[in-house]
């Protein structure tokens, strides 16, 4: 059962996050798209892998291949290698509208990624969990660009 929402908060979603990284702002950006594309997770040996076209109106997306899979946006803006920006419906499947911002700046010993997601819709309560999940995918997305930093193999 979906309540009707009585407030505007309860029509919003905002998510903000500062991820600091011990890598240099392009070796950053890199592992982002790599984090966001192939080795994307929601958790611990949980693989969510999917495509990112990292490029103006390019799509992300889960290939379930034949033709199959699970449209979660486009990309509204990307400048390598300080803004990606996307747009879409996400992981909600109903009325809904959401944005995800990382900016990248390069600060002492590294990297500065300012995160924002925010929603605007029907978001059905068990949806407002995904700071959690960005969480994740922020730590992974740090240790991958450090390991390339440090000329290992990403994580």
């Given at each position: 059962m979906i309540s009707t929402a009585t407030k505007i908060e309860d029509l919003a979603l905002n998510i903000a996050e500062e991820i600091h990284v011990r890598a240099p702002v392009e070796l950053t950006f890199?592992?982002?798209?790599?984090?966001?594309?192939?080795?994307?997770?929601?958790?611990?040996?949980?693989?969510?892998p999917m495509k990112l076209?990292?490029?103006?109106?390019?799509?992300?997306?889960?290939?379930?291949?034949?033709?199959?899979?699970?449209?979660?946006?486009?990309?509204?803006?990307?400048?390598?290698?300080?803004?990606?920006?996307?747009a879409g419906p996400l992981l909600m499947?109903?009325?809904?509208?959401?944005?995800?911002?990382?900016?990248?700046s390069g600060?002492?010993?590294?990297?500065?990624?300012?995160?924002h997601h925010t929603a605007f819709g029907l978001i059905r309560e068990?949806?407002?969990?995904?700071?959690?999940?960005?969480?994740?995918?922020h730590a992974r997305l740090k240790e991958r660009a450090e390991a390339l930093r440090g000329g290992r193999a990403a994580v």
């Open positions: 890199a592992a982002l798209l790599e984090q966001l594309g192939p080795f994307n997770e929601v958790a611990k040996d949980r693989p969510l076209e990292p490029w103006p109106g390019g799509r992300w997306y889960r290939d379930l291949a034949y033709n199959n899979g699970h449209f979660w946006g486009h990309v509204q803006a990307i400048k390598r290698p300080t803004l990606l920006e996307i499947s109903y009325p809904v509208f959401n944005n995800l911002q990382y900016r990248l600060v002492e010993g590294g990297t500065l990624i300012k995160f068990d949806d407002r969990h995904v700071s959690s999940g960005w969480s994740y995918t």
